[in-house]
């Protein structure tokens, strides 16, 4: 078993008087994460939500009911809750009239499950994301240096729990997950009337990592328009496939102010899309690989360390550029990421100019642990 950073910080909220959520993609373990922690107590009960008689069961369904129901259990486990109708409603009701419960609640669709629970549940909830598992993780599961001597192959197949159980089905588990992402969740919504060209959309991303992204020119390329594209991003978004940048600027001439760049959760699943699993000596988009997986890891970081940060990428009308920007507590971090540790790297003059007291790092396969650890 492999321990997720999560495991203690829920632990720690236990019992406090809110409700725990716990969000993320399909197949990433978050059924795994609370079977763990909670399998063996005998004061919880789990409800499965994709389950029918589970949805009928919280139809009109009274707080005396409900109590009645659970019984004596003290932890409520509610899996998969975005297929709860008005789960939101529901999950108040049990927080407000039966505070000696504690209520923990999954999901894996942030549009569904944010969009039902945000207003009902305002101060009675703690939130957490669960991604994919992350370097920092596996580093604690068999040392830093296997997992420094496995850098090659997590920047092509990723970090998917199964995934990595399953040495030699790399390929055959990430087609599977990348169709679960599209027609299970991506696909259900309402929203996704065209499913052939979300594909396609999906591909022109995926081949565009690192890169500037022109929500014209993806849909001329996927045969939509842009207003379009910019909704099948967000739900791309919402269900946590993608992650977007934007350009970082304090109103100074020359800088883009609304540049946007667009990054995958998972390296693996990135390359799932584009049919590209070559070995990193033979590939042209090694750079691009590198920053994905770099960007991803340091938000996976920031996120399970509870640190509170802004980020973006940085670049003039010029094409000067940085990769990565960080500011916390008023401090200005660039990053610039390179695969090969002796690569000549050129901090561009007017960052520095215009931020004096911001710091620059270069990140390299000499370095990066310290980046994402």
């Not at 994460?33 to 949805?55: A, R, S």
């Not at 991303?205 to 909704?231: F, I, M, P, R, W």
């Not at 750079?287 to 640190?307: H, M, P, T, V």
């Not at 500011?327 to 200005?332: K, L, M």
Request: net charge positive; with cysteine; charged share 25%.
């Amino acid at each position: 078993m492999i321990h997720r950073s999560l495991q203690f910080t829920i632990k720690n909220k236990l019992f406090k008087g809110k409700a725990i959520l716990v969000m993320g993609p399909r197949q990433v373990g978050k059924t795994t994460l609370l079977k763990e922690l909670f399998l063996t107590n005998k004061e919880m009960i789990w409800l499965n939500g994709d389950e029918l008689d589970i949805q009928n069961l919280f139809e009109g369904v009274s707080a005396d009911r409900f109590k009645a129901i659970i019984g004596k259990k003290k932890i409520v486990i509610i899996d998969e809750a975005q297929r709860i109708k008005d789960i939101g409603l529901r999950l108040k009701l049990i927080t407000d009239t039966l505070p000696e419960v504690q209520l923990i609640a999954t999901g894996s669709s942030s549009f569904e499950l944010a969009n039902s629970v945000n207003e009902p549940l305002t101060g009675r909830k703690w939130e957490y994301k669960l991604y994919p598992l992350s370097f920092s993780e596996m580093v604690a599961h068999h040392g830093l240096l296997e997992e420094r001597r496995l850098l090659p192959h997590r920047l092509l197949y990723g970090y998917y729990p199964e995934v990595l159980k399953q040495q030699g089905n790399e390929k055959e588990l990430l087609k599977q997950l990348t169709d679960s992402y599209l027609y299970k969740d991506v696909l259900m919504l309402e929203t996704i009337k065209k499913p052939e060209k979300l594909l396609k959309l999906l591909q022109g991303l995926a081949l565009q990592v690192g890169s500037q992204v022109s929500y014209n020119e993806l849909g001329q390329l996927c045969g939509l328009d842009s207003k379009t594209v910019e909704k099948y991003i967000t739900v791309l978004e919402q269900t946590y496939v993608i992650f977007k940048l934007s350009s970082f600027s304090r109103n100074v001439r020359n800088e883009l102010k609304n540049s946007k760049k667009i990054y995958f959760y998972d390296n693996g699943i990135r390359n799932a899309l584009i049919a590209n699993f070559n070995q990193i000596e033979n590939r042209t988009d090694l750079g691009a690989l590198w920053e994905n997986f770099l960007i991803s890891e340091r938000i996976k970081y920031l996120d399970y360390n509870g640190k509170w940060v802004n980020y973006w990428f940085w670049r003039t009308k010029d094409q000067k550029e940085l990769d990565f920007i960080e500011e916390a507590d008023g401090q200005i971090t660039g990053y610039e990421f390179k695969w090969k540790p002796r690569t000549k790297v050129k901090i561009p003059k007017q960052f520095t100019s215009n931020y004096p007291n911001a710091e620059v790092k270069i990140i390299t396969q000499a370095n990066f642990e310290s980046f994402i650890l």
